[in-house]
Structure formats: structure tokens, C-alpha cells
């Protein structure tokens, strides 16, 4: 037989009555009254093929999946197959043998997944095999890709910051610290320094920016790296900041509705509720929040400065109700806190609040939006006010570029593994990260 | 006045006889027979205003560069001004004043330029305020992209492999270690074995990698910290794998040329020599260089295993004349070679080869291409060869799926500042990154 193009899995359907080439994974083999079925795996699918003749039977006997084939035969309609096509007596290559048993079936549907966190994560390089656990990355890479898109329509230069770092000014507890040619070197915890000089030089910028924390506590909510989509843009007010993060919202979850049909079918994931625009997002203050929580639930958090998770949640769940709106900004939030920092922009009206609103999404807060202090003076004046010495070499860079001219400005920190997972419906971040790092794991 | 929508500088040329609000960084300022003109910078570029008015031009006087300003007024044809139009008579409006003359001139033509590169790096987040030098990272965001259409073309998925690593399984030397909860990590040199890894689960996959290596070298050609576009391809063959590079520099080349035309004059970058298909870059032997420079040369470098960088740059220019051609494909690289890893193929016709390619372009290898072992026995013989143990646990993960089953396949390492430097005619690879790190340079 002559050597033929490859055709991909979700191809196939498309070539009823004549003969293709399909090369993957031998994805699933089983007997069935004479007849062998495999299924196969490719970059696209699955395929799936019957095969009668006894020399073929007989080599597919032996294989493990695993085993890397090609096969070529009839496509014929089947609707009881994946894509409602199956390949009819196909002649078998084996391209990579496999001689043993896998150590992990990933072939398993999801419903029938039972692994604890740690084995699946200790099995990775494997497991992704699996559709269901490779959907996750599918839909994290159209994720990326939304965020990009909706920049570029924004006119928006992609920037990269470096990580290694010759102190930590900001923060210092958690950062991790390295030895760089016998002096010590602090990797990046955020880019916020970088990206606020760069408004100076292209006015909107992001980054897809790698982010280390020495986070000691091992929860379903930490990691040591991880992935955020940081923005900074200058001559834009609150308002239309919230609308901006808004509008990224809904255009990511657009994207993976249009193209992630399938992945999110894996997942069971429940319809993405939301208003068509980002200015009908629920705004509700941190007050406002405490106030509904302790009238519905007798759960008092009025006296705090920040959301308790239950109420995360709850407000989630009572916007997509009320409001048809899974998604949440919080504003309100007070600049006397240890959260509000020094770069940060109180509020000119109510100077006791700070222009910053937290984006909840599924019951977490995903994303981060703060307006800076672009004015030099009250910088360095709230500098000094938080205890930090303007004269400090590591702050030099970022207090010039004040300086020397800087607009009204802010901006955003946006968790891309805690999106994805809740846009998959997962239950911990870590199945969002393809080799996710804690305080107790550093491989595979 | 009543508030009007922002104009950019690049839209103003199409406002001609209209009245427009430009926003922006005062630039550059001059007094010229009783009027002052002045140049105002924003994302998209610079335009001109002249001022007459007293009262304005008063207001004009105190100004430094970097004030951030609003300008209101009408738009007439001037050739002699940037973009063929300027503004006239604007009502200004002071956004952000700045009170100190800068400290460097950010409006020098590049031509004026005598900065060192230590002065230039030390004054980055106020230097790249300059159009020519803010120019390199727009001409750096676009090859970005360029690569990821150039992917997305060919169905490739995006991925992030973790930066923190248990310990340092491939090289070892050249690796930063970090203190992590009191253990040892090492910061990744490469996303080598993570990439080969996904070849099981996508096929095809593409990283933009950020790369750390304690480089304890100061020089011209390296940095501690870089990105590479790090690629693995899985049922693909050396042909094909080379073709594929090929592709991606005319891709990143056109989407340049067609995008960028106004940064690349500014650095006075001479025309792309490429051929129009992959296919049509010279592909080479080192034998073959080592002959043709000894002959064109004198100098002898036959015995030698790799490229002279002399040879690189003489081969490129001979390309260039002989072959139209900027860009060399090197093969003929030796199996029996420190550069040869375990997990290269060796050539099956000519095992004292390795399928291996290195892309020079503009007399820098920007990339290296090569085929992986992917046939399980093979690779654990090489890897025991080569003096390492296959029960080394840094290893199973990487052995576990090529146990497993693997195709065929390849990948390439480019560096994506290197690239940089050469499209824009730069002298040193630090000037194409926005903030270098290496052994002398933790900062900005």
C-alpha cells in the first residue's frame, strides 16, 4: 500500500467511503464476539477501528497501550463510535513498540477517575494522556490566547520582566532567595514595578509573567509558581479599568465557549452565566457583601476588612441568581489596610477607600484591579507614611520614572490557573498547572 | 472646552482641518522666531504643535520633558512636521507636571546616541521613553506573536513547564540554585524534558521559556536570564523538522517587515535577504563551511567540531551573496561530541552524524534544531553511553513516557533576543532585552 498523507482523528468523519492514514496512540484495544476494536489517540481525538483479519488480530494481541501505530483502511459510518465513524480493516504499522503494561490507565473515563491529587500529579507525564486531564491545557492555552487577542485589539505591547531580581523591596517574607555568583538574588513575586515604568514608554502593557512565592502553606488555593496575566495602562480612569477587566472576562470565556465545546462537555461544566456587557457586572462594595452575607446567612464578617471565602462564594451564587452575572467586582475596600500599598491610589471623594476592586468569578477572586498613585509627590509622601525609606536603591528605578512624567494609571493581576479552574469546574488550582509546584513538591 | 475623545498621534494625519485632543509625554520643546514648538509623545508616536498664544506659551515655558499633558486644537498639513501634519494654537492642559530637567535626553535621534551600554541599561526605564529604543521591544512583541500565528497555523498547543526544579538532572554547572522550605531547587536551564514530555499529549507544542543560566561570562553574546521559543514536534522528520524553521524565520521575518517598517528605519536595518520558501535556505555541512572558509580565508578551522564565529558570520555573508540568503542551516554536526545529548538521534544512514541543524542568520546561530531518540532502548543505551543512570530519579519522568510510547520527533531552541539583535542590526544582545541580567547586572 502506498504511503498516504495523514489524516487526523477529527478528519475522518469528513472521509466516509474512502481510505485514510491514522497515526496516534493505541488508545483502548478490546474483543468483542471475533471482532478486535481499538481506539487510537491523536493530537486531535480519538478514532476508533474494528479488525477482523485473523494476521492482524493476531499482531494487535501483543500490543500495550501506549504502542505509537499507523493504520489504513475504510472509513465507514458508525454511530456508535467516536465521531460516528469507524475505520474498517485497517493494515497496522507499529511505529513505537510498547512492551509493558502502563502504570496508569488513561483511558479511564472521567467518572471513573479515583487517583488522589498526589498520584495523579506524581503520574503528569503520562496522565495528560488522558482527553479528560488534556482538556485541562487545551482550554488553558486558548485562555492565553483570548487574553492576547483582547489586548491586541487594544492596541497593548507585550512586555517581559525579568525575574531575577537584585532585592526584594516590595513584600519579603515570601520570596525565595537564590545565590547568583556568591551574592543573593531574590526571584520575582510580581511584576508591578515593571509594568508600571512601562506605561511611561507604551502607555498599555502585559505580560504573561511567571510568578514565584515561598508560600509555606499546602492548600487547594497555593502554589510556589505560577502564571499571571499582569497589566498595567495609563490615561484610564476606575471606571474604565473595571469595565476593561470586565470586558477580558467575557471575551476569554467567549473564546473557550466557541472553541472549547468539547473540553467543557468532559468536564460536566455548567453554563457560563454571565451579562453580555462588562458594564452589567454586579459592582458591590466589601459593606455591602458583609451586610447581604450576615442577613442571609446570621454569619457576621462586618467587622473585617477583607472577604471571608464563604462569602466569595456566596455573593457569587447569589449574583448569577439575582443578577444573571457569575462574575463580581468588589470595590469598597479600605486604603487604611495592609493591602493597600504605597503605589496604590486612594480614592479622591472618599479618601478612606482605595480605587481598587477584586474580581470574583465562580466564588473566587480571580484577578486584582487597582488605580496607582501617579502623582510623585503624594507617592513619595505615602512611601514614607508605610515606613518605606524613598532613598532605598531598590525603589530608584520605579520612583523616576514618577518623576519624570507619569499619567493617571492601573491596572491588574489576573491568576491564569485559578481562571482555568474555574472555568473547568475544578476543585483544586493544581490541576490547572501542568507540573505544579508547592512547599512539598518540586517534581515530576 | 468641552472633553473630546483622545486622539492618537498616528490618527491626527487624518484629521486635517479638524480639531483633536492629543495625549502625551511633552517630548520636546524649542523656541523658533517667537513661536514654540512642541512635540508630544504617546503609544502610537509623536506629533507637533505650534504655539503662539502668549498666555500659552508662558504656561509652555516652566515645562520639562516627560510632562504629561492634553493638547486641544486644529490640524494642519505641515511637511516639514512628523507625520506631514501639526496642531495648532492648542489649548494645553497639564496632567502630571514635571518639575526636575530629566536626566537623560530621551528626544536625541538615535544618530546623537554616545551613551555606553552600562549608561543606556542603568537608565532603561527612563531610556526606552526614546521612540529608537522603545522601538527594539515593539519590533520584540510582533516576533513574539509572529511565532505563536506561525503555531497556531499548524495546530501546536501552548504550554508552561515549571522553572523550579528538584535538582539540576541535565548539565549542572551552569545552574542557579535557590533555597526552597530548606531544601536545594534549581531554577531550569531548559524546558527540554517537559516539551519531550508533551510530544505524548499534544504532539505538537510550543513554550515561550524563560531561561536561567549562571553564565558566568560578561560579554557581548550572553545573559543569566533569556527567552527561548522552545518547540517539540512529534511524527515529523529531520526534512521536515529543518522546513518547519525555515517557515518560522520567513513567517517572523514578514510579519516584521510588514508591521515594524517604521522601526526598522529608525535603526537603519538593511533589507531581509531570504529566500521565499524553507526549502531554499542554504543548508550546509560544518565540513563543508570549515572548507570554504579555509580557502576564502586562510584560516583553518577543519578539525574543529563546531562553527568559529568568524566562520558564522563569513558564511552568512556568503549566503547572502551566493544564495540570497541571510539564513544558513548548518548540518553534518558529529555524534561523537560533547554537544551531543543522550536523549539526539544519530543519523540511521550515517550514525557518526548526528540529526541535528543549527539556523544561523545574520552570522548568529539564533536556533538549534535536532531530531530526539525515541525508541525507549536506544535512548536508556545512550543515556548509560554517556555516563548517566537511568534509575536517577530525576529521570523518570522523562523515561517514563518514552517506555510509554513515542513517535518520531524534534524540536529546536531559538532565542528570541538573539533574534532581535539581529533584525535589528543591534551590537549586543543586551540591548534586546528590556531588563539584561548578567554576573555584573541585577538592575534595574
Given at each position: 500500500m502506498a504511503v498516504m498523507q495523514r489524516t487526523l482523528s477529527s478528519e475522518v468523519a469528513g472521509q466516509t467511503g474512502k481510505a485514510v492514514t491514522v497515526?496516534?496512540?493505541?488508545?483502548?484495544?478490546?474483543?468483542?464476539?471475533?471482532?478486535?476494536?481499538?481506539?487510537?489517540?491523536?493530537?486531535?481525538?480519538?478514532?476508533?477501528?474494528?479488525?477482523?483479519?485473523?494476521?492482524?488480530?493476531?499482531?494487535?494481541?501483543g500490543l500495550q497501550n501506549g504502542t505509537v501505530m499507523s493504520l489504513t483502511g475504510m472509513v465507514v459510518k458508525e454511530p456508535r463510535a467516536p465521531g460516528g465513524v469507524e475505520i474498517h480493516d485497517p493494515k497496522t504499522e507499529i511505529i513505537s513498540a510498547v512492551s509493558e503494561e502502563p502504570p496508569i490507565e488513561v483511558d479511564k473515563p472521567l467518572s471513573h477517575r479515583s487517583e488522589n491529587l498526589d498520584t495523579l500529579l506524581d503520574n503528569r507525564p503520562l496522565g495528560l494522556r488522558s482527553i479528560a486531564e488534556r482538556a485541562i491545557f487545551k482550554v488553558q492555552a486558548r485562555?492565553?490566547?483570548?487574553?492576547?487577542?483582547?489586548?491586541?485589539?487594544?492596541?497593548?505591547?507585550?512586555?517581559?520582566?525579568?525575574?531575577l531580581l537584585a532585592e526584594a523591596t516590595e513584600g519579603g517574607a515570601e520570596v525565595f532567595k537564590l545565590d547568583y555568583f556568591g551574592k543573593t538574588a531574590t526571584l520575582a513575586q510580581s511584576a508591578q514595578f515593571y509594568k508600571q515604568m512601562m506605561v511611561g514608554?507604551?502607555?498599555?502593557?502585559?505580560?504573561?509573567?511567571?510568578?514565584?512565592?515561598?508560600?509555606?502553606?499546602?492548600?487547594?488555593?497555593?502554589?510556589?509558581?505560577?502564571?499571571?496575566?499582569?497589566?498595567?495602562?495609563?490615561?484610564?480612569?476606575?471606571?474604565?479599568?473595571?469595565?476593561?477587566a470586565g470586558g477580558a472576562l467575557l471575551s476569554v470565556i467567549a473564546a473557550v465557549k466557541k472553541d472549547c465545546a468539547a473540553e467543557l462537555k468532559m468536564w460536566n461544566v455548567p453554563a457560563f452565566v454571565l451579562p453580555k456587557k462588562p458594564d452589567l457586572i454586579p459592582r458591590l462594595t466589601i459593606h455591602e457583601i458583609h451586610e447581604k452575607f450576615l442577613k442571609a446567612t446570621k454569619e457576621d464578617h462586618t467587622g473585617e476588612d477583607d472577604l471571608a471565602p464563604a462569602?466569595?462564594?456566596w455573593i457569587c451564587e447569589w449574583a448569577k441568581k439575582d443578577k444573571a452575572s457569575e462574575a463580581v467586582l468588589v470595590t469598597g475596600w479600605p486604603s487604611k489596610s495592609k493591602t493597600f500599598k504605597f503605589y496604590h491610589r486612594a480614592n479622591e471623594l472618599h479618601p478612606e477607600l482605595a480605587d481598587r476592586a477584586d474580581l470574583l468569578f465562580r466564588g473566587v477572586e480571580i484577578a486584582t484591579l487597582s488605580m496607582r498613585e501617579h502623582r510623585y509627590?503624594?507617592?513619595?509622601?505615602?512611601?514614607?507614611?508605610?515606613?518605606?525609606?524613598?532613598?532605598?536603591?531598590?525603589?530608584?528605578?520605579?520612583?523616576?520614572?514618577?518623576?519624570?512624567?507619569?499619567?493617571?494609571?492601573?491596572?491588574?493581576?489576573?491568576?491564569?490557573?485559578?481562571?482555568?479552574?474555574?472555568?473547568m469546574n475544578l476543585d483544586n488550582i493544581k490541576e490547572a498547572a501542568l507540573f505544579p509546584r508547592d512547599i512539598n513538591r518540586l517534581a515530576p
Open positions: 497515526q496516534g496512540w493505541l488508545h483502548k484495544k478490546r474483543l468483542l464476539g471475533g471482532l478486535t476494536f481499538i481506539v487510537v489517540r491523536d493530537r486531535a481525538g480519538l478514532v476508533q477501528a474494528v479488525v477482523k483479519d485473523d494476521k492482524e488480530v493476531e499482531k494487535l494481541r485562555v492565553l490566547q483570548a487574553f492576547r487577542d483582547y489586548f491586541a485589539q487594544h492596541d497593548f505591547t507585550e512586555m517581559n520582566s525579568p525575574k514608554v507604551f502607555e498599555r502593557v502585559f505580560e504573561t509573567n511567571p510568578t514565584y512565592r515561598a508560600e509555606p502553606s499546602a492548600t487547594t488555593r497555593h502554589m510556589t509558581e505560577y502564571i499571571t496575566i499582569d497589566v498595567e495602562i495609563g490615561f484610564i480612569n476606575f471606571e474604565e479599568l473595571m469595565n476593561f462569602e466569595e462564594r509627590d503624594r507617592l513619595i509622601k505615602q512611601l514614607k507614611d508605610m515606613g518605606g525609606d524613598p532613598k532605598n536603591p531598590g525603589y530608584a528605578p520605579l520612583l523616576s520614572v514618577y518623576k519624570n512624567g507619569m499619567p493617571p494609571h492601573g491596572g491588574w493581576g489576573w491568576g491564569l490557573e485559578r481562571t482555568v479552574e474555574k472555568i
